[in-house]
């Protein structure tokens, strides 16, 4: 029995005391750890509701801040499309300017081309008309010159003719000469 005192008995009171001793025993200091764990759960419930509350913040900061950049690039992208619009517009209105032009100047020199292609046209019809007058003066002057060596022919066939007939004429032959007186 003395070791059922020693291995039960005295465990048990032991065990008593400890769980039922007031400020000192298991339960009284059960109570104490569970102040103070509940103590540092709300702590951490507070901690957790304080870094909720600044992620959220800092969410909504972001958030802002992103949507503030979006409208920004937005901003940039639509003065960028303007501005690509504005010169697209600009070159087209350019071209249109200078189509305008050049369709001007084409009307005119088309205009200088017919005015030209008539002088033209005027300057062959002269040249031509020269050209047969050249040739029917140079005809004329072929004739005249034709008209004067045939002239020139007859009178020698004419004065070879009349030197003939002077020749043969008696009327040109001197007399015989008289006799001589001696």
Do not use: H, W
């Not at 104490?32 to 759960?41: G, P, Q, T, V, Y």
């Not at 619009?85 to 249109?96: C, G, P, R, S, T």
Request: net charge negative; aromatic share 6%.
């Amino acid at each position: 029995m003395k070791n059922l005192a020693l291995y039960l008995i005295i465990p048990a009171f032991l065990l008593v005391a400890f769980l039922f001793t007031p400020g000192l025993g298991y339960f009284a200091a059960q109570k104490e750890i569970d102040e103070i764990e509940a103590s540092r759960k709300a702590e951490i419930t507070r901690q957790q509701k304080e870094e909720q509350a600044k992620r959220e913040e800092i969410q909504k900061k972001a958030e802002a801040d992103a949507l503030a950049r979006q409208q920004e690039r937005d901003e940039e992208e639509r003065k960028k499309a303007e501005a690509k619009e504005k010169a697209y517009q600009d070159a087209i209105d350019k071209l249109n300017a200078d189509i305008a032009e050049y369709s001007g100047d084409a009307d005119k020199y088309s205009k200088q081309v017919n005015d030209l292609e008539l002088q033209l046209a005027k300057l062959r019809d002269q040249k031509e008309d020269l050209n047969r007058e050249t040739f029917d003066l140079q005809k004329k002057v072929e004739l005249a010159k034709i008209e004067r060596r045939t002239a020139e022919m007859e009178v020698q066939r004419m004065v070879g003719m009349v030197a003939t007939k002077l020749d043969t004429s008696p009327l040109l032959t001197p007399p015989p000469p008289p006799p001589a007186k001696n």
